[in-house]
């Protein structure tokens, strides 16, 4: 079975950093191209960052354009998330995915 568990979420300052990590199991991980989503309190599921089979190509949505770093380590099958410039409406649970899946997600918090 495909499972996708993220972690490393937690309550973090305006300003601050985080590192999400997402490990996969259950499918050929270096062969899907992955995705990062996250759904705020009262708000829609949201598409953040995609990157390649082989981590060459990374696209982001705009709210998180230059502040976000997804990337990936298909020897380890785990998707990661560097998360830097936090501000408080970046607030959501964050989820990894592949076409047709989405895991367990990660809390973050941005409050002071």
């Known amino acids: 079975d495909v499972q996708l568990q993220a972690s490393g979420g937690g309550l973090v300052p305006p300003g601050g950093s985080v590192r999400l990590s997402c490990a996969a199991t259950?499918?050929?991980?270096?062969?899907?191209?992955m995705m990062w989503y996250r759904q705020a309190p009262g708000k829609e599921i949201e598409w953040i960052s995609s990157?390649?089979?082989?981590?060459?190509?990374?696209t982001y949505a705009d709210s998180v354009q230059g502040r976000f770093t997804i990337s990936r380590d298909n020897a380890k099958n785990t998707l990661f998330l560097q998360m830097n410039s936090l501000k408080p409406e970046d607030t959501a649970v964050y989820y990894c995915?592949?076409?047709?899946?989405r895991g367990q997600g990660t809390l973050v918090t941005v409050s002071s």
């Open positions: 995915g592949k076409s047709g899946s």
């Open positions: 259950g499918f050929h991980f270096s062969t899907y191209v």
């Open positions: 990157i390649t089979a082989g981590g060459l190509g990374r």
